[in-house]
Each structure stands twice: as structure tokens, then as C-alpha cells.
């Protein structure tokens, strides 16, 4: 194609002011206030330990925890919370859950639906359990290879077309105008917007891929150390290539995106390091916490500092291993004997964390896990 230097500064002029006009979106900063979404968990007590709200929309956050706290059931109750209408804490939209730990709780998941259907029957008369199935999407990553995939391409794609079919059906209901509706139209599945993406867990893959590199530099006679180094450096760069690609999947659609953390050992000289105020500062020093198994030992959330900055919030769950019995003589019998449950915020944009002086807002909270999911507890006066 033969163009002259006029043209191409016209074809130029013309692309910079449509992406200008159609990709970059000005306000003020009450306009921006007013397209921001909250994501309720479903509880009271546990959304007031959050804010008031729950999970801010267009950002990452993640909830990391020993094996066994509850992060899987939070994460099967944000699927269903999501489906709820905006007035009522939900997105109105659909969940993406992306597993690297196998299948997904499937059984979990139909009690859990039950309960919630029975929860809001009457004040959303509508509401059906396989049209809340329906909504939630599940995809496995067995490999870093295949996660970086379906984070590059096919999750894009899915969430891309779900707002398009979305307003196809607002077009099509719009030229319908106050005419009724076929029974085609009233038999055929409300598939709503992504509005969700969890991902469970983060860590997986990345552990699993830097301990086979490692294993495979050692068993080959090459050097160990160069060879781990390279692969802490390209898990670096993948850690961003994904959080880079999961936040401008958040701000473009609007997306509550939810990432699932395992957590690691920290050895003493690290934490005198953290304690003292140098390097990661109070961020790392409060991620910290005691062992489930053994009260001697401190863990904190995995992935390391490159992460830690990747994401926008983090959520820690924790629980105790047995629960403390007070002195017999004040020993009450209706005592639960459930583990202590604890959610703690560490840092947020939208939430007061666990160092905040206003015992309102001490982004921390108790909680329990029952049939129907993930539930507060009151704290005790």
C-alpha cells in the first residue's frame, strides 16, 4: 500500500483520536468514586471487618492462610454473593474459578447453594440453583505453561464475550420494548457478565515449577545455582506478566479478582530483619503470624516481595489448632468446640488494617465455618 507522507499523518491522526476518544476514560474524581463496586462476602460482620462493603471491584486482592483456615469456602461464597443484584451487595455477574489444586469442591459448593437459595427465596423470587451453576465457570491449570495460556487468551476471551452477550440481551429486550416474551426467550439461561475471578491457588504452579527446575539443574551435573537463579527470575517475570494481565482484566470489566495464597516458613534472622524496619517494612512484618501446627514457628504469604506488590490487598485467615478451655469454675458448657477462627486485614486501600487505633475499624474480625458457608461471629463485649 502506497501511502504519502500527508496520508499517513492523517491515518495517524485519525487512530490516536478514536483510542483517545474510545479507550481512555476522563471524570472527575467523584465520577471514578461512583463506578467503583464493592463485593459483599455475604455476612455483615465479616463485610464490616473489610470496610463496610466487602472486596473492592478493579484491583487484586488476595487471601492467604495454612491449609484448612476456610479460604476455598470463601472464595465457593463469593461465587454465589456475586449473583446478587448490585443493591444488595452482589456484582449481578458470574464467577471464573481457576484451580491448580485439583478438582474443583463441587459437593461443597451444592450444599452451599441450597442454603443460599433458601436464604434469599422471598426477596428474590426469581432465583434458581441451576441458573446460579450455570454462572459459575471452571478451568483447570495443571502447568505454568497452561496458566499463562488461559491468562493471555482464553480468560480474555470468555470475559470479553460474556459483557457482549450481555448487551446483545439489553438490546434485544430493548427493541422488544413492552411487548411479550416468547417462551423461547423465557426458557433460554440469564448467563450474566464475569464479574469474579478466583484463582486457587497462585502459588502452585509457581512452587512446582521452581522446585522441578531446580531437581533438574542437580540430577544433570549443571551449575544449581545459576540454574535457580534463572528460574527465580523467570518467576518473577511471569508473576507480573499475570498481575499485570489479571489487573487490566479488573479495571477494564470491572472485576472483583480474588487470588488464593499459600503460605511459607520465615526463619528467625528474616524476621529480626522485618521486626527492625529495613527492607519490606510493616507491610511484611504484619503478614507474619504464628503456625497452626506449631505456635513456635512464624509463617507469611508466599511469592515474596514481587507479588506482595502486585497485589492491592491482602486477607489473612487463621485458626487456632485446639480450642482454649477457660478454668472449670467458669467453664460453660454451651462453649463451641470449633476451632477460633480469625480474618485479619493486613493492608487495603478500601479498609482500615489490624494496626488501626479506631477499635470500629480494626479490619479484623472472627469467624466460623457452618452448612450454609462462611459466617461472622460478634465480637465479645
Known amino acids: 500500500m502506497n501511502l504519502t507522507p500527508d496520508e499517513i499523518a492523517l491515518a495517524y491522526d485519525q487512530a ?7 479507550r481512555i476514560a476522563y471524570g472527575t474524581a467523584l465520577d471514578l468514586l461512583q463506578e467503583e463496586h464493592w463485593l459483599s462476602l455475604g455476612d455483615p460482620i465479616l463485610d464490616t471487618a473489610l470496610g463496610g462493603s ?13 491449609s484448612a483456615v476456610g479460604k476455598t469456602q470463601l472464595c465457593l461464597q463469593l461465587c454465589l454473593t456475586v449473583q446478587l443484584p448490585h443493591c444488595m451487595g452482589g456484582l449481578d455477574g458470574s464467577a471464573v474459578w481457576l484451580s491448580t489444586e485439583g478438582k474443583f469442591p463441587y459437593g461443597r ?33 495443571a502447568d505454568q505453561e497452561t496458566q499463562l495460556h488461559i491468562f493471555n487468551y482464553q480468560l480474555p476471551i470468555l470475559i470479553h464475550d460474556s459483557h457482549v452477550y450481555e448487551e446483545s440481551m439489553e438490546r434485544e429486550s430493548s427493541r422488544q420494548g413492552e411487548q411479550a416474551e416468547d417462551e423461547e426467550t423465557l426458557r433460554r439461561p440469564k448467563k450474566k457478565p464475569v464479574k469474579l475471578i478466583i484463582i486457587d491457588s497462585i502459588t ?63 526463619f528467625e534472622p528474616e524476621f529480626q530483619h522485618l521486626v527492625s524496619g529495613s527492607s519490606s517494612g510493616s507491610h511484611a512484618e504484619a503478614s507474619t503470624f504464628h503456625s497452626l501446627t506449631d505456635p513456635m514457628k512464624l509463617k507469611k504469604p508466599a511469592l515474596g516481595l514481587v507479588w506482595e506488590n502486585t497485589i ?41 488494617n489490624t494496626t488501626s487505633d479506631d477499635p470500629e475499624e480494626s479490619g479484623y474480625c472472627r469467624y466460623r465455618i457452618d452448612e450454609t458457608g462462611v459466617v461472622g461471629v460478634p465480637a465479645i463485649q
Not at 504452579?205 to 527470575?233: M, P, Y
Request: with cysteine.
Open 16 to 22: 490516536s483520536a478514536y483510542i483517545f476518544e474510545t
Open 54 to 66: 466487602g472486596f473492592m471491584t478493579r484491583g487484586i486482592t488476595e487471601i492467604a492462610g495454612e
Open 204 to 266: 502452585n504452579n509457581f512452587r512446582s515449577e521452581l522446585i522441578a527446575s531446580t531437581v533438574a539443574d542437580q540430577t544433570g551435573h549443571q551449575a544449581g545455582n545459576s540454574g535457580f537463579r534463572s528460574s527465580i527470575f523467570q518467576r518473577s517475570a511471569d508473576i507480573c506478566e499475570i498481575g499485570l494481565r489479571l489487573r487490566t482484566l479488573a479495571d477494564q470489566y470491572g472485576l472483583a479478582v480474588i487470588c488464593v495464597n499459600q503460605v511459607t516458613d520465615v
Open 312 to 352: 492491592n490487598a491482602r486477607v489473612i485467615l487463621q485458626r487456632t489448632r485446639l480450642p482454649e478451655y477457660q478454668e472449670e469454675e467458669t467453664y460453660n458448657e454451651n462453649r463451641s468446640n470449633e476451632p477460633q477462627r480469625t480474618l485479619s486485614v493486613i493492608f487495603s486501600p478500601w479498609a482500615a
Open 109 to 141: 459448593l451444592e450444599s452451599m447453594i441450597n442454603h443460599f437459595v433458601s436464604k434469599h427465596k422471598e426477596t428474590i423470587p426469581g432465583l434458581d440453583a441451576s441458573e446460579i451453576r450455570d454462572n459459575i465457570y471452571f478451568d483447570s491449570m
